[in-house]
Structures are given as C-alpha cells and as structure tokens.
C-alpha cells in the first residue's frame, strides 16, 4: 500500500507570495490532516478535513486555509507569506476515527525569503 | 502552554543505557499514542494505549499510560543508535475531537 504522498518536499518562496502544497492520502483514508512543525513550537495542528469538509481547525490565522476533493486528496494554501511561515508542513491521513493512527507524509519544508 | 508537555526535551544518552521520556497532561485524555520522528521525515506511530492503567511492549520499548489517563511513559531498555529520534506523544482529550502532540523529546544515543 502506497504511503501518504506530500508534494513538493522543498520550497523556497519570497514575503506576500502565496504557495500551494498537496497531500495524496492513503488508499482508503478519509481523512486528511495538516500540521505546521517549527523547532520553537513543535507540532501545531493546522486542519482536518473528512470527506471533503473540514472538521476541525486549530488556531491559525485566515492565511491558511485547505481543501479535500472527491478522491481525498488535499491542499494547503497559505497567502501573504510571512518569514514566520517558515517551517515543515505535513500531512496525516487516517479512516478517521477518534483513535485512528496517523499516518504521515515526509513533509513539505517551505523557505519563506 | 501546550496540552501535554513531555520531559526531558533532549536526551543524549551512551548506547546501553536505560532512559524513560513522560508525557504529562493537567487534561484526561480518551487515548495517547506514541510517535518517533527521524531527520527528513515524518512521524511514525509506535504505539497506541487506550485503558487508564495500561502497560504496552514493543520488544525493547515499554509504554505505560496513567491511571487517570492524563499522563504517560515511555521507557527504552538498553537504548541502541537506531532509536535516534524525536519522540512525540499525542492524543485527543476526552472532550474533544481534534489531536493534540506533545512537545517533543529529541533523544540522541551515542555508540
């Protein structure tokens, strides 16, 4: 079975541009989840979406937002980019229950310039 | 303040060696699960425990999960440099629906 898939790995982008990440799940898995992951913060919950809406949201600012279609993939759009957006971005899939584990992507470090 | 704060939060320790890394929560939590997080890739899950009380062994890991469900453990015998890592806890509060890591323990074993 095919891993969670994040795309691109590395991004490098410049203050006030917005960028695009994708997150293909696990065969299977409806549920997708994202995550920023900075040294000073540790892992912080960004969303989760379950069969296309979203369930859940930590507490980021409206420059982040996300979206599932039909097949379960996902993306992640951060506009108006900030040095402090700089950090990896991962994405979990899961079936989506309470205690479902969660299964990880490699990640999607972004380089905000 | 994070929900569940994890000690120490680095470790560096001799291959051999024993070492145990806490998870601890003022909140109950319905289950923790147990994640290591190697350079360049994203968390894997070890472990999951559910039952206030409940004790898991994945060969030289043990992990325990408190009586009252707001903390637990994780202890490593004989630590070998494959276990190089960061460990994560993570779990969903009894009330809630959204899952919530640790702050992480970076553990580093030295042959």
């Known amino acids: 079975k095919a891993g969670v898939t994040q795309t691109p790995r590395y991004l490098i982008k410049t203050r006030g541009q917005q960028v695009t990440l994708s997150c293909s799940p696990i065969?299977?898995?409806?549920?997708v989840s994202w995550y920023q992951q900075t040294p000073g913060q540790g892992l912080q919950f960004l969303f989760e979406y379950f069969s296309e809406t979203q369930r859940n949201k930590g507490n980021f600012p409206g420059r982040f937002s996300g979206r599932q279609f039909s097949n379960s993939r996902s993306e992640m759009n951060v506009s108006t980019l900030e040095l402090g957006d700089s950090a990896l971005y991962l994405c979990?899939?899961?079936?989506?229950?309470?205690?479902?584990?969660?299964?990880f992507g490699n990640g999607t470090r972004l380089t905000v310039t | 303040t994070q929900l569940l704060e994890q000690s120490p939060q680095f470790l560096s320790i001799q291959e051999g060696e024993n070492l145990t890394v806490y998870c601890n929560s003022s909140?109950?939590?319905?289950?923790l699960q147990w994640y290591r997080q190697e350079p360049g890739e994203g968390p894997v899950l070890l472990v999951t425990?559910?039952?206030?009380?409940e004790v898991k062994k994945l060969k030289r890991l043990t992990f325990q999960f408190g009586d009252a469900r707001k903390d637990s453990s994780l202890h490593i015998t004989a630590a070998q440099p494959g276990d190089t890592g960061l460990y994560l806890c993570a779990g969903v509060v009894n009330t809630g629906n959204q899952f919530y890591f640790g702050t992480g323990t970076s553990l580093t074993v030295i042959p």
């Open positions: 909140s109950v939590f319905s289950s």
């Open positions: 425990v559910v039952t206030g009380g």
């Open positions: 065969s299977g898995h409806r549920s």
């Open positions: 979990a899939s899961s079936l989506g229950g309470l205690s479902s584990p969660l299964h």
